[in-house]
C-alpha cells in the first residue's frame, strides 16, 4: 500500500503540491484528476522519487524518502512513451527486465506484447509505430519487471480522442485483469471515470475530494469542483420525500428531505416540453447534440437540444426546458 502524509513540493517560494494526504491499496487504481497546472504530475514525480519533496512517502510502511528512483518498484508510463528510438519493441520492452536481473527475458516480452495487444511486434522498430502502439510499448515496458506501483502521467493525452476512448477501456481492462496498483494523473474526467476505481480532485496543489467515480460525478464538494466536472449553472432547490423542487419543477432524486444546492450540467436541461420555456441565445453544433443557451425569467444557462429537432433551434426563439436528472449534481 503506498501512503502520502503531508507532502508538499515546492518551486522556489511557491508551493506547486501542499500538504498532500493520499493512500492506495493494493490492486486499486487512483486517478489523480484535475485541471491543468494543479500539480498532479509533480505529485506523481515526487512519489516516483524524481523531485526532492517534504513530507512522508511509504510503501507497506517503510519509508522511502532515501531510496531512488530505481528501487522503489514502480513503473512509469508519460503523456509521450519516451521510448528508446534505437531499440526494437522487444528491445524496448526487455530494458528494464535486464536492469531486474530477470532470466526468462525473451518468454516475459512476448507475454506482455501479447498483454497490450501487440503479439509479434517485437522485431518492429519504434519508430514505426503508431502513436497509440508506441504508448501500448511504453505500458508493456513499464509492466515488465512487475513494479508494485505503476505511475501514469497523462498515458493517453496525446492520441486523438476515438483512439483515446478506445484505449483507455482497453488499459482498464489490462489494468483490473493483471491486478496493477496504479496511480493515473489526468485532466480528463472521462479517462479518469474509465480507468479508476477512486478519483482524487486536484485544485491549486491540494486534493479537495476523494471518491468513487459516481460519488465524484454525483456530489462534488463544492462549486469550483463541480464547475471542473461540467455543472455550469446553480441553483437553490428543496428536497420532500424523494422529489426536488427545482426553479425547472420538480424530478425524482434519493436526498434526505431540506435545501439543496444544485449544479447544472448542460444535460440537465433538455430542449422538451417541460414547465419553464426561456429565449434561445446562442447555439452550438455538437456532433450528437446541440448546445443551446437559454435565458430564462431567472438565469441564464445551458440546455441540451436533440440534432433531431424540427424546427431547428435557432436563438431569438422559444423554447421550452425538460428537466433530467442525470445531469444534476448536489453540491456539497
Ligand atoms: P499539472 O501536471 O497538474 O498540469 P504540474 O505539476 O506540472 O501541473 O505543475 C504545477 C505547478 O508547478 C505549475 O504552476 C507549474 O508551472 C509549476 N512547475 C512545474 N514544474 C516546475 C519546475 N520544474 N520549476 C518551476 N515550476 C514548476
Ligand atoms: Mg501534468
Same mark, same amino acid.
Given at each position: 500500500?503506498?501512503?502520502?502524509?503531508? #507532502?508538499?513540493?515546492?518551486?522556489?517560494?511557491?508551493?506547486?503540491?501542499?500538504?498532500?494526504?493520499?493512500?492506495?491499496?493494493?490492486?486499486?487504481?487512483?486517478?489523480?484528476?484535475?485541471?491543468?497546472?494543479?500539480?498532479?504530475?509533480?505529485?506523481?514525480?515526487?512519489?516516483?522519487?524524481?523531485?526532492?519533496?517534504?513530507?512522508?512517502?511509504?510503501?507497506?510502511?517503510?519509508?522511502?524518502?532515501?531510496?531512488?528512483?530505481?528501487?522503489?518498484?514502480?513503473?512509469?508510463?508519460?503523456?509521450?512513451?519516451?521510448?528508446?528510438?534505437?531499440?526494437?519493441?522487444?528491445?524496448?520492452?526487455?530494458?528494464?527486465?535486464?536492469?531486474?536481473?530477470?532470466?526468462?527475458?525473451?518468454?516475459?516480452?512476448?507475454?506482455?506484447?501479447?498483454?497490450?495487444? #501487440?503479439?509479434?511486434?517485437?522485431?518492429?522498430?519504434?519508430?514505426?509505430?503508431?502513436?497509440?502502439?508506441?504508448?501500448?510499448?511504453?505500458?508493456?515496458?513499464?509492466?515488465?519487471?512487475?513494479?508494485?506501483?505503476?505511475?501514469?502521467?497523462?498515458?493517453?493525452?496525446?492520441?486523438?480522442?476515438?483512439?483515446?476512448?478506445?484505449?483507455?477501456?482497453?488499459?482498464?481492462?489490462?489494468?483490473?485483469?493483471?491486478?496493477?496498483?496504479?496511480?493515473?494523473?489526468?485532466?480528463?474526467?472521462?479517462?479518469?471515470?474509465?480507468?479508476?476505481?477512486?478519483?482524487?480532485?486536484?485544485?491549486?496543489?491540494?486534493?479537495?475530494?476523494?471518491?468513487?467515480?459516481?460519488?465524484?460525478?454525483?456530489?462534488?464538494?463544492?462549486?469550483?469542483?463541480?464547475?471542473?466536472?461540467?455543472?455550469?449553472?446553480?441553483?437553490?432547490?428543496?428536497?420532500?420525500?424523494?422529489?426536488?423542487?427545482?426553479?425547472?419543477?420538480?424530478?425524482?432524486?434519493?436526498?434526505?428531505?431540506?435545501?439543496?444546492?444544485?449544479?447544472?450540467?448542460?444535460?440537465?436541461?433538455?430542449?422538451?416540453?417541460?414547465?419553464?420555456?426561456?429565449?434561445?441565445?446562442?447555439?452550438?453544433?455538437?456532433?450528437?447534440?446541440?448546445?443551446?443557451?437559454?435565458?430564462?425569467?431567472?438565469?441564464?444557462?445551458?440546455?441540451?437540444?436533440?440534432?433531431?429537432?424540427?424546427?431547428?433551434?435557432?436563438?431569438?426563439?422559444?423554447?421550452? #426546458?425538460?428537466?433530467?436528472?442525470?445531469?444534476?449534481?448536489?453540491?456539497?
Amino acid at each position: 500500500m503506498l501512503r502520502v502524509d503531508g #507532502l508538499t513540493v515546492r518551486y522556489g517560494r511557491v508551493a506547486a503540491v501542499s500538504a498532500v494526504d493520499v493512500e492506495i491499496a493494493d490492486g486499486e487504481v487512483l486517478a489523480l484528476l484535475g485541471p491543468s497546472g494543479c500539480g498532479k504530475s509533480t505529485l506523481l514525480r515526487a512519489v516516483a522519487g524524481l523531485e526532492p519533496a517534504d513530507g512522508g512517502i511509504s510503501w507497506d510502511g517503510v519509508d522511502l524518502g532515501g531510496v531512488p528512483v530505481h528501487r522503489r518498484g514502480f513503473g512509469l508510463v508519460f503523456q509521450d512513451g519516451q521510448l528508446f528510438p534505437h531499440r526494437t519493441v522487444a528491445g524496448n520492452v526487455a530494458f528494464g527486465l535486464r536492469m531486474a536481473g530477470e532470466r526468462k527475458v525473451a518468454a516475459r516480452v512476448d507475454e506482455l506484447l501479447d498483454l497490450v495487444g #501487440l503479439a509479434g511486434f517485437g522485431p518492429r522498430r519504434v519508430t514505426e509505430l503508431s502513436g497509440g502502439e508506441q504508448q501500448r510499448v511504453a505500458l508493456a515496458r513499464a509492466l515488465a519487471p512487475r513494479p508494485r506501483l505503476l505511475l501514469l502521467d497523462e498515458p493517453l493525452s496525446a492520441l486523438d480522442r476515438s483512439l483515446r476512448e478506445h484505449l483507455a477501456i482497453d488499459l482498464s481492462r489490462l489494468l483490473r485483469d493483471s491486478g496493477t496498483t496504479a496511480l493515473v494523473v489526468t485532466h480528463d474526467h472521462d479517462e479518469a471515470f474509465t480507468l479508476a476505481n477512486r478519483v482524487a480532485v486536484m485544485r491549486a496543489g491540494q486534493i479537495v475530494q476523494t471518491g468513487t467515480p459516481n460519488q465524484v460525478w454525483r456530489h462534488p464538494v463544492d462549486e469550483d469542483t463541480a464547475r471542473f466536472l461540467g455543472c455550469t449553472s446553480f441553483v437553490d432547490a428543496t428536497a420532500t420525500n424523494g422529489i426536488i423542487h427545482t426553479p425547472f419543477g420538480p424530478t425524482p432524486f434519493p436526498l434526505p428531505n431540506g435545501p439543496v444546492r444544485l449544479g447544472l450540467r448542460p444535460t440537465a436541461l433538455n430542449a422538451a416540453p417541460g414547465p419553464t420555456t426561456g429565449t434561445i441565445t446562442t447555439t452550438v453544433h455538437h456532433r450528437d447534440h446541440i448546445r443551446l443557451t437559454v435565458q430564462t425569467p431567472t438565469l441564464l444557462v445551458d440546455a441540451t437540444a436533440s440534432i433531431a429537432s424540427t424546427p431547428a433551434p435557432t436563438p431569438h426563439t422559444q423554447t421550452p #426546458l425538460s428537466l433530467n436528472p442525470d445531469g444534476l449534481a448536489i453540491i456539497g
